[in-house]
């Protein structure tokens, strides 16, 4: 079976972490227009109505919201794998990262939530944001025990 | 808690950490977590070897205290 080495994986998933990086980037300069087109697409994926000014401006602010918290999770990711490239895996900081890759997760799902009032179709995208969070904080709470598990290794004279 | 008090016994028996080291067969560092009260367990076989070389008896190395 075809298999990637370790050391390949990582630096594939670091080189499309820097890719997300600058899509988010990209993204916060033509964001208005993706926002205005999102806004004026056939209303057959959800109820938006009349969206207002006021409506269309907070649209746009939670869709800044969330490319600031998808940027502050890619760089967390970014972080977390040079410390697996480094082998420091089953560390303090790496749980830090995870928990808060996970938080992240949960703050994306409370902005899809808030859009959900002009796109009925975020409230999907909500659930698998909190579904993501909650898988990460498992992924957290068994690294959390490895952690323990391998500090008492290190320790054992 | 569990104290060790591998350093008075050495003092006592006037012996280096090098040299138990040498006579226990672990690493310095290791020793040392142990001496230091960093070590959260000992195996059977090293508590073993520190007693027969430091001739003691494995209530002198560690103790209990509230």
Same mark, same amino acid.
């Given at each position: 079976?075809?298999?990637?080495?370790?050391?390949?994986?990582?630096?594939?998933?670091?080189?499309?972490?820097?890719?997300?990086?600058?899509?988010?980037?990209?993204?916060?300069?033509?964001?208005?227009?993706?926002?205005?087109?999102?806004?004026?697409?056939? +209303?057959?994926?959800?109820?938006?109505? +009349?969206?207002?000014?006021?409506?269309?401006?907070?649209?746009?602010?939670?869709?800044?919201?969330?490319?600031?918290?998808?940027?502050?999770? +890619?760089?967390?990711?970014?972080?977390?794998?040079?410390?697996?490239?480094?082998?420091?895996?089953?560390?303090?900081?790496?749980?830090?990262?995870?928990?808060?890759?996970?938080?992240?997760?949960?703050?994306?799902?409370?902005? =899809?939530?808030?859009?959900?009032?002009?796109?009925?179709?975020?409230?999907?995208?909500? =659930?698998?944001?909190?579904?993501?969070?909650?898988?990460?904080?498992?992924?957290?709470?068994?690294?959390?025990?490895?952690?323990?598990?391998?500090?008492?290794?290190?320790?054992?004279? | &808690?569990?104290?060790?008090?591998?350093?008075?016994?050495?003092?006592?028996?006037? &012996?280096?950490?090098?040299?138990?080291?040498?006579?226990?067969?672990?690493?310095?560092?290791?020793?040392?977590?142990?001496?230091?009260?960093?070590?959260?367990?000992?195996?059977?076989?090293?508590?073993?070897?520190?007693?027969?070389?430091?001739?003691?008896?494995?209530?002198?190395?560690?103790?209990?205290?509230?």
């Amino acid at each position: 079976m075809f298999k990637i080495s370790n050391k390949i994986s990582i630096n594939i998933s670091l080189a499309v972490a820097a890719l997300f990086m600058i899509a988010c980037i990209v993204g916060a300069f033509i964001m208005p227009p993706l926002v205005e087109m999102l806004i004026n697409l056939p +209303d057959n994926i959800g109820n938006r109505g +009349d969206i207002t000014e006021g409506g269309r401006a907070l649209v746009l602010v939670m869709a800044y919201l969330m490319l600031a918290v998808l940027m502050l999770a +890619d760089i967390f990711m970014v972080l977390l794998l040079l410390r697996v490239k480094k082998g420091l895996v089953f560390t303090e900081k790496s749980i830090i990262f995870i928990r808060a890759i996970s938080w992240c997760c949960f703050a994306i799902a409370l902005v =899809f939530c808030v859009l959900g009032i002009y796109f009925q179709l975020s409230f999907i995208l909500a =659930f698998f944001a909190i579904f993501l969070g909650i898988s990460l904080r498992v992924v957290k709470n068994v690294i959390e025990e490895a952690t323990l598990i391998k500090s008492e290794n290190d320790l054992t004279v | &808690m569990i104290l060790i008090n591998l350093d008075v016994m050495m003092a006592k028996r006037k &012996m280096s950490l090098n040299e138990l080291s040498e006579k226990v067969g672990i690493t310095l560092a290791n020793l040392s977590i142990l001496k230091n009260n960093k070590a959260k367990a000992i195996r059977f076989s090293t508590l073993d070897a520190i007693c027969k070389a430091l001739d003691c008896k494995v209530g002198d190395i560690i103790e209990y205290i509230e």
